[in-house]
């Protein structure tokens, strides 16, 4: 592939929502170019930003300096050394976000900061507490600031890590990527991911040797410095997804400085750090399964997709991808996208479909029947391409403190202690790997990316992760059908830290916030407020269908009406269900 330019001055953007590994060469968007026009030399027009606060504006400084932003919150740029072996050499400059405590700092109740991270790797900590800071200030209480940031190498936190020149090129580059890899597609797939391999050469070159210092042992000396930049010794922490290894790794470093910690949607740490993340699917099933089940006890009038029984939806399903496997469907939506929706398109938004059922399900279902009438128009617009734009901007900023996939790699690769070789490598564990699981045409590439990354010196933290013994007893949280963070890997993980406790969600989805649980809601407030573990077994159900019916908002209401009741939930169960019926993930894609 050639590279490209934009003309100095103009940012060209193909805004993505990356819940993905990229393109597919199949997927096409008409581009809506907003022209607002570029000022002239000489000119008097004025070229307006629309963003609506602006990183670039809080100037870095080495203490926390909060200033007001988005509203609700206050943000600061923090410096941090980008090598914690040289602190007073080159800098890192930490974005953060705070939702503060209505509590004074002098009170008696006020407890500090929780920092959260929404996993990834390459989650955007600002993004989630913008989108969901008010829920969690429900869930924890009053007496926190709810603070998050994003991690070194991604979004606003600088340097950001970069493998291309321009926006342009990342999204050109993007366009040769597969989502899922059909098995004849696979040395067409590694080659073009060995095209990373000189440009990230490059950029690190311009940017003077900093991707390896973007890591999650750095990342999690990061967060010890922000909590003592704090005034405080240990850490409250909640991380969720990838999350859960920035939180092990921490509390593998740093036994004796946890003060609470809560981590859910436990990854196992042994597959992340050896690249493989063979373990993740083990649960899959089960989630696809609830779909199915859900559908039918959903009856006709719950479920558009509805079936005489789960097995039936379920071939039915299949005989979904056999028809567009053969015969794609070439859609355009009233936005001016269009394309086409085949095999891979189905295939990956059924899989992301997983991670949210409240917020999913009962949509993919109508989609789902409106394709098996021959309307692609509703799967199309659930997936990524749909949400394709095009903008020109003459803010020069306007994209450089945004989210891009390059920090996902640059963290998952710096960290991995292992990876293919070379292609017949590959094809040897994929093939293993693919007589597995089902689903391995959506997931085996996390292997294959890594392959091209640079292979620099790697004296950071890679594994095991344990301890002994904690300053203050770890939870770990697990649903009983996590499509990507089985419960197998949670009590693994849990088991090798002293006095720690697992509590089990029975739910499907990534992630406990994926399902409305008063009783798990309550478990982590008393956790991080009292410092109370739940009993050793306890499982906590949920407290709304996935498939609304007639019946099941009587339900709801009651179950609504019964929390207002309580002072202690008030306003818990509205919360819950504003999060888990978000139909866009609360969770960073686990490496998607």
Not at 29 to 44: I, K, Y
Not at 173 to 191: F, L
Not at 213 to 236: C, F, P, S, V, W
Not at 540 to 553: A, L, N
Request: with cysteine.
């Amino acid at each position: 592939m050639g590279r490209f330019f934009a003309p100095l001055g103009v940012a060209l953007a193909l805004t993505l929502l990356f819940m993905g590994g990229g393109w597919s060469g199949n997927y096409f968007s008409s581009f809506d170019l907003e022209s607002t026009p570029l000022e002239q030399p000489g000119s008097s027009q004025q070229c307006n930003s629309t963003r609506d606060f602006k990183w670039e504006e809080i100037e870095p400084k080495s203490e926390l300096a909060w200033v007001d932003c988005f509203e609700l919150f206050t943000c600061a740029r923090l410096e941090v050394p980008l090598n914690y072996s040289d602190p007073e050499g080159a800098k890192a400059i930490i974005a953060l976000i705070r939702l503060a405590s209505p509590l004074e700092p002098s009170s008696p109740d006020y407890a500090g900061p929780i920092l959260y991270n929404p996993g990834g790797p390459g989650g955007s900590g600002v993004d989630f507490l913008r989108g969901f800071g008010p829920q969690m200030r429900v869930i924890v209480g009053p007496t926190f600031d709810l603070v998050s940031f994003d991690p070194r190498g991604v979004a606003a936190t600088q340097p950001r890590a970069n493998f291309f020149t321009t926006e342009v090129e990342r999204q050109l580059w993007m366009t040769g990527t597969k989502n899922a890899i059909p098995e004849s597609q696979i040395p067409g797939s590694w080659a073009h991911y060995q095209l990373l391999s000189p440009l990230i050469e490059e950029q690190n070159r311009a940017g003077n040797d900093y991707l390896k210092h973007i890591n999650t042992e750095n990342t999690a000396r990061d967060m010890l410095y922000i909590t003592e930049k704090y005034g405080y010794e240990k850490l409250k922490y909640m991380g969720y997804s990838y999350g859960t290894i920035l939180g092990s790794t921490f509390a593998s470093l740093f036994p004796d400085k946890i003060e609470r910690m809560i981590i859910d949607g436990v990854m196992d740490a042994d597959t992340y750090y050896d690249a493989t993340w063979n373990k993740n699917l083990l649960d899959i099933e089960a989630t696809m399964q609830s779909f199915f089940d859900g559908c039918y006890a959903a009856e006709p009038t719950g479920c558009p997709f509805w079936m005489p029984s789960p097995t039936l939806i379920k071939e039915e399903l299949d005989r979904l991808y056999s028809s567009v496997r053969e015969a794609p469907i070439p859609v355009r939506l009233s936005s001016g996208s269009y394309g086409v929706v085949d095999y891979e398109l189905l295939r990956v938004v059924v899989f992301r479909a997983l991670y949210k059922p409240w917020g999913t399900f009962p949509k993919l279902a109508q989609a789902l029947q409106d394709l098996k009438n021959g309307d692609g128009t509703t799967i199309f617009a659930m997936s990524d391409y749909a949400q394709t734009q095009v903008t020109c901007s003459c803010d020069a900023n306007q994209y450089t403190f945004t989210s891009v996939l390059d920090a996902s790699n640059a963290i998952a690769c710096n960290d991995a202690f292992n990876v293919a070789p070379n292609l017949d490598a590959f094809l040897t564990f994929s093939k293993k790997f693919r007589e597995l699981y089902p689903w391995a045409d959506t997931w085996d590439r996390h292997f294959m990316q890594c392959a091209a990354y640079p292979g620099y010196e790697k004296t950071h933290f890679q594994r095991p992760v344990g301890a002994t013994n904690t300053s203050f007893p770890i939870l770990f949280i697990s649903n009983t059908a996590d499509p990507v963070t089985p419960l197998l890997s949670a009590k693994k993980i849990q088991k090798r830290f002293g006095s720690s406790a697992l509590l089990t969600q029975n739910s499907p989805g990534h992630c406990s916030l994926s399902a409305p649980s008063i009783c798990t809601a309550k478990i982590v407030r008393e956790y991080m407020t009292e410092g109370k573990l739940p009993e050793e077994g306890t499982v906590c159900q949920v407290d709304s269908p996935i498939f609304p019916s007639f019946f099941d908002s009587m339900r709801l209401e009651e179950l609504q009406q019964r929390a207002y009741r309580e002072e202690m939930d008030k306003g818990l169960l509205d919360a819950l269900l504003k999060i888990s019926q978000q139909p866009k993930s609360v969770i960073g894609y686990l490496g998607i």
